[in-house]
């Protein structure tokens, strides 16, 4: 089976709709599990007390606000290298998710600095590059909706989803490039966990779950981008048809 062919909107459209369902249900269950873990299982931090449970909800908001802009970014590589339609709609559904783990991640972030600092705020490298991160995702969302006509649209966003993408590395290794007051990482590809085991497992279901969310999501919001961009062609005509006498039957009943 070829994957290429789901390329083209009216063959991905039917795929995203089965798959919904699917992660949304999967997204829950992890959810419920992270936080039953974080929660109740996980002992208490010797240092920050009760308050560092914030973390079953920072740590995979930020790090989801990070990575769903660089899928975004690909996506919108995507669309400009080959001029597809549907590369520029995943970015476009993209957007939104990323935006809100950004502000999750800002929000939670200033809860969990008040007892650990003394304050919400800091212009600390890490909280000022991720507020540029929130900041590029609302640019982004305005720009591609302030342009009328959608290809220029796509075009505009790719671009600045591109530029923006630099900002992301530099959210990620600012803890050590400069000396900031945020903690370094505490989960490494290249060192041992520095926490307990049922910690990094509470953290690791949350990111799971955050993950499952965004594919949920990103599939429903790109079904709702495809019907809009494509509203004139014969195939979404037949799809709404079929729909409104599917409810006009339900109703019947």
Same mark, same amino acid.
């Given at each position: 089976?070829?994957?290429?062919?789901?390329?083209?909107?009216a063959t991905?459209?039917?795929?995203?709709?089965?798959?919904?369902?699917?992660?949304?249900?999967?997204?829950?269950?992890?959810?419920?599990?992270?936080?039953?873990?974080?929660?109740?299982?996980?002992?208490?931090?010797?240092?920050?007390?009760?308050?560092?449970?914030?973390?079953?909800?920072?740590?995979?908001?930020?790090?989801?606000a990070?990575?769903v802009?660089?899928v975004?970014?690909?996506?919108? &590589? %995507?669309?400009?290298?080959?001029? @597809?339609? /549907?590369?520029?709609?995943?970015?476009? #559904? $993209? +957007?939104?998710?990323?935006?809100?783990?950004?502000l999750?991640?800002?929000?939670?972030?200033?809860?969990?600095?008040?007892?650990?600092?003394g304050?919400?705020?800091?212009?600390?490298?890490?909280?000022?590059?991720?507020l540029?991160?929130?900041?590029?995702?609302?640019?982004?969302?305005?720009?591609?909706?302030?342009?009328?006509?959608?290809?220029?649209?796509?075009?505009?966003?790719a671009?600045?989803?591109?530029?923006?993408a630099?900002?992301?590395?530099?959210?990620?290794?600012?803890?050590?490039?400069w000396?900031?007051?945020?903690?370094?990482?505490?989960?490494?590809?290249? &060192? %041992?966990?520095?926490?307990?085991? @049922?910690? /990094?497992a509470?953290?690791?279901?949350? #990111? $799971? +779950?955050?993950?499952?969310?965004?594919?949920?999501?990103?599939?429903?919001?790109?079904?709702?981008?495809i019907?809009?961009?494509?509203?004139?062609?014969?195939?979404?005509?037949?799809?709404?048809?079929?729909?409104?006498t599917?409810?006009?039957?339900?109703?019947?009943?």
């Open positions: 089976m070829s994957w290429f062919k789901y390329s083209s909107p991905f459209f039917p795929l995203a709709g089965r798959l919904v369902p699917w992660f949304a249900g999967l997204a829950a269950v992890l959810a419920a599990a992270g936080l039953y873990v974080g929660f109740f299982i996980a002992p208490t931090d010797f240092q920050q007390g009760e308050s560092y449970r914030i973390i079953f909800i920072h740590v995979p908001a930020a790090w989801m990070m990575f802009y660089l975004m970014a690909g996506w919108s &590589a %995507a669309s400009l290298i080959w001029n @597809t339609r /549907l590369s520029a709609l995943m970015a476009r #559904a $993209l +957007a939104p998710t990323g935006a809100m783990f950004a999750i991640s800002l929000w939670t972030g200033a809860f969990w600095g008040r007892p650990t600092w304050t919400y705020w800091v212009w600390d490298a890490r909280l000022t590059s991720t540029i991160l929130f900041f590029l995702y609302l640019g982004y969302i305005a720009l591609t909706s302030a342009i009328e006509d959608p290809r220029r649209a796509d075009r505009a966003g671009v600045l989803a591109l530029v923006g630099v900002n992301v590395p530099i959210i990620y290794f600012s803890v050590i490039w000396n900031t007051l945020h903690q370094g990482a505490t989960v490494s590809m290249t &060192a %041992a966990p520095t926490m307990a085991r @049922t910690m /990094l509470g953290m690791l279901l949350m #990111a $799971l +779950a955050a993950w499952s969310y965004t594919i949920a999501v990103v599939l429903a919001r790109v079904r709702s981008l019907l809009e961009r494509d509203a004139h062609t014969g195939w979404v005509q037949a799809w709404t048809a079929s729909r409104t599917s409810g006009r039957s339900a109703q019947g009943l």
